[in-house]
């Protein structure tokens, strides 16, 4: 249900900023949040989430 996951996540950052974006942008996520559109993330094979965590490390001059 990665899919779906996605796509509640980008529902809520499309109601947070609104019109904001330009119109073109608006679009496609309109497209991607769509439920039937083939290009739609709950559609889409490729949609997945990914993330990544950096650990830095640093050392004191003595």
Same mark, same amino acid.
């Given at each position: ?6 796509? %509640?996540?980008?529902?809520? =950052? ?8 330009? @119109?073109?942008? +608006? ?9 039937? %559109?083939?290009?739609?993330? =709950? ?8 993330? @990544?965590?950096? +650990? ?7």
């Amino acid at each position: 249900m990665v899919r779906g996951y996605l796509h %509640a996540h980008l529902t809520r =950052l499309r109601d947070i900023v609104g019109e904001t974006p330009d @119109a073109e942008d +608006v679009g496609t996520l309109a497209i991607l949040l769509e439920p039937g %559109a083939p290009e739609g993330l =709950l559609n889409r094979p490729d949609a997945f989430p990914l993330s @990544a965590t950096a +650990v830095s490390f640093g050392v004191r001059p003595a």
